[in-house]
């Protein structure tokens, strides 16, 4: 995809931006829903023991490898082409941004880094689905920790994400490796054959997707 191309879809996306639309008000909503949902969950929990930290560390792991899944077989697959989450990623997300065109150019372009914050509320809300399914198996408190870990994860996958599509942060060689696993993935020649990891890359090595 030429940088003319990637330019044409730049400025499509931003003039069909509603008028009300601030970056700062998207970071700020998205951060307020992942404090919120937290909150909610840690005052069900009550204090936090070690052997619940014990719990929480294998359980963020867990949710990459459902992240994985998600991005690989929804976001990429061709069976859910025609759903809302697969064009705005697959089509929009990755039309925004190639391998030769990673960063944003102005604030405006957060708009197709982070998650809208509605659809940040819908994943909260299957991590929910998930996490109460499983409290019916493994307890309720594990349920709790289990959706405590979810939102952990998503808060972790959106700032890698977004640090991955910072000028800035090609200064700091600890997030090289991230930002050459994403800009990877972000080739339209195999962005729906690999790199679909993004917190923990190792997660693409697993399943023999690493590029």
């Known amino acids: ?4 191309t990637v330019q044409k879809i730049r400025e499509v ?3 069909q931006l509603k008028a009300w639309y601030s970056w700062q008000l998207h970071v700020f909503a998205n951060v307020f829903v992942l404090l919120a949902a937290a909150a909610f969950a840690i005052s ?21 490898v459902i992240e994985y899944a998600i991005h690989r077989f929804v976001l990429h697959g061709q069976f859910f082409s025609r759903l809302k989450f697969h064009r705005e990623h ?4 990755h039309g925004y941004f190639t391998d030769r065109e990673m960063s944003l150019e102005r604030p405006v372009d957060v708009n197709r880094i982070l998650l809208f914050t509605i659809d940040l509320v819908t994943v909260i809300l299957l991590d929910a689905l ?11 408190k594990n349920g709790l ?13 959106e700032t890698v994400h977004a640090l991955c ?8 060689k600890v997030l090289s490796p991230f930002i050459r696993h994403h800009e990877k993935h972000h080739d339209p020649k195999v962005m729906a ?4 990891a993004i917190v923990f890359p190792f997660v693409d090595s697993l399943f023999l997707t690493k590029e």
């Open 1 to 4: 995809m030429s940088t003319a």
């Open 165 to 172: 599509h910072l000028e800035f942060s090609r200064g700091f």
């Open 44 to 64: 069900k929990l009550g204090p936090l023991s070690i052997s619940d930290a014990a719990i929480l560390v294998p359980a963020v792991v867990l949710w990459s």
């Open 145 to 157: 920790l289990f959706f405590v870990a979810g939102v952990i994860y998503i808060a972790l996958y």
């Open 193 to 196: 054959r690999s790199n679909f």
């Open 130 to 140: 998930i996490s109460f399914s499983l409290s019916l198996v493994i307890g309720q």
């Open 90 to 93: 697959s089509v929009f997300h």
């Open 13 to 15: 996306n931003n003039r």
